[in-house]
């Protein structure tokens, strides 16, 4: 089993320049610091400029809460915070083939 997160941001206008950087940076990070995670996509939607959606893949939902509790997440989510109009959730335990 694996444990696949699925986010969607919508970010505030004018932020995206400051955002993305600090996106891709979070992304390198989960992949390079935390074993669990085997991928973490980052997409920028072209029918939205605003929109940024993240397709992550954990080992199971505890490394998932375990990448929630990192220092390098939770830097991440404070430098963001102003940063983002809305954000939302979706998660799916699935079986690998």
């Not at 400029?49 to 390098?72: K, M, R, T, W």
């Amino acid at each position: 089993m694996a444990y696949a997160v699925f986010v969607t941001f919508r970010i505030k206008p004018g932020q995206m320049d400051a955002f993305l950087p600090l996106m891709v940076a979070q992304a390198r990070n989960s992949i390079e610091n935390e074993p669990a995670c085997s991928i973490f996509e980052v997409w920028r939607m072209q029918n939205d400029p605003d929109i940024v959606q993240l397709y992550e893949i954990y080992e199971d939902e505890a490394a998932f809460q375990a990448h929630l509790a990192s220092e390098h997440f939770l830097t991440f989510d404070a430098a963001i915070g102003g940063m983002i109009a809305e954000k939302s959730f979706s998660y799916s335990s699935l079986r690998m083939v």
